[in-house]
Nanobody, 117 residues
């Protein structure tokens, strides 16, 4: 069974940091791009960051650029989102995503990150 399992969410004050790991299992994830999306209360789910299979290319939404860093573990099936300088607007459920052209797309169940003022 394919699973993407996120962790690391929680409550943090504005200006603080959170680190979200995501571990993928259940199949081979060769050549998959992995990334993070988020859904804030009352808003649509939006893209936050993504990283290529090799880890050589990363992409960040304008709203998080310079504050969030995405990285990939040595095992390639783990991805991390390091979130810094957090703002109350970053409060959301964060979802891990794995996708590859002409293959399935997978989602995790999400982890809540809450930033207090």
């Amino acid at each position: 069974q394919v699973q993407l399992v996120e962790s690391g969410g929680g409550l943090v004050q504005a200006g603080g940091s959170l680190r979200l790991p995501c571990a993928a299992s259940g199949r081979t994830f060769d050549s998959f791009t992995m990334g993070w999306f988020r859904k804030a209360p009352g808003k649509e789910r939006e893209f936050a960051a993504a990283i290529s299979w090799s880890g050589g290319s990363t992409y960040c939404a304008h709203s998080v650029k310079g504050r969030f860093i995405i990285s990939r573990g040595n095992a390639k099936n783990t991805v991390y989102l390091q979130m810094g300088s957090l703002e109350t607007e970053d409060t959301a459920v964060y979802y891990c995503n794995a996708n590859k052209i002409e293959d399935n797309e997978y989602w995790g169940q999400g982890t809540q990150g809450t930033v207090s003022s």
